[in-house]
């Protein structure tokens, strides 16, 4: 499958040259950096990197404009090139770009959508503190119970997808724009009887720059969980739309 792996980035200048030299290193898939106009010169990094590891594309946008619209931003550049899968993941390095071989070769088995997942067996975040692990098993409860997703973690940011999956959902519609935003793309795919798996992945802290998490980000994601199961229940009960069958479909993974 011809792929493309989508990095967001605001203020990774610290971080672009290692993952993309990493990246370059596990897989022959494309990369695309996202830059939200960052001061810190992040995306000329990028086009750097770029011209020494090559497969290295930058599209440049004019300010920071969130993480969901980011990923919009990228999804709808792979979707106009004709790539197969796309691959997200963060540009700080909590994501081992080593274990992108294994999401896409889940999704060559049939699926439409692999979660790199923490809270499957073999998943672990060794560097958490017991608070943050707490509220995101919590919110991922949340969103599980509300959304009746089945699904570990719907908050991970790092997954593949069948480019004919994202053709399927709007992602001129898509809500959220921070943490939510793997929640409502979850939630969508689950809608349309998208095929998912989850991976077991290791989870790192990020060892240089600032994360971008903050309690504005998680309120807002709460919020839209709580509107959209509320939707989920009192709307009209739509029956997914049966996907066409795969050529080879494993067993889920997790």
């Known amino acids: 499958m011809r792929s493309v792996v989508i990095l967001p980035t605001y203020q990774e200048a610290e971080n672009i040259a290692p993952v993309l030299r990493r990246a370059r290193g ?12 960052s001061p810190d010169g992040t995306g000329d990094l990028a ?33 106009e090139r004709g790539y197969e899968a796309v691959v997200e993941m963060d540009a700080d390095l909590s994501h081992d770009p080593g274990d992108i071989p294994r999401l896409l070769a889940t999704l060559e088995a049939g699926y439409d959508l ?15 503190a017991p608070h943050r692990l707490a509220l995101s098993r919590l919110g991922n409860l949340y969103a599980r ?12 940011g790092f997954r593949a997808y069948r480019s004919s999956l994202l053709g399927e959902l709007d992602l001129g519609s898509v809500q959220a724009d ?24 290791c989870f790192m802290e990020r060892c240089r720059g600032a994360s971008k998490m903050s309690g504005t980000i998680v309120a807002e994601a709460m919020m839209l ?16 739309r049966p996907r066409s069958a795969p050529a080879r479909l494993g067993p889920k993974v997790g």
Not at 145 to 156: E, H, K, P, Q
Not at 225 to 240: K, M, Q, S, Y
Request: charge should be positive.
């Open 145 to 156: 119970r509300a959304l009746a997703l089945g699904i570990m973690d719907a908050t991970s």
């Open 114 to 128: 692999v979660i790199g997942s923490r809270y499957v067996p073999g998943g672990s975040l060794p560097d958490w």
């Open 225 to 240: 969980v709580t509107w959209w199961g509320i939707r989920h229940r009192l709307g009209p009960r739509r029956p997914a």
């Open 47 to 79: 086009l750097a990197t770029g011209a020494e590891v090559g497969g290295v594309h930058l599209v440049r946008r004019p300010a920071k404009a969130g993480l969901g619209s980011a990923y919009v931003a990228g999804f709808t550049w792979a979707l």
């Open 178 to 201: 921070g943490y939510g935003f793997q929640v409502e793309m979850a939630y969508r795919a689950r809608q349309t009887g998208a095929r998912i798996a989850e991976v077991p992945i």
């Open 26 to 37: 596990a897989t022959q898939s494309d990369l695309l950096v996202v830059d939200d106009a």
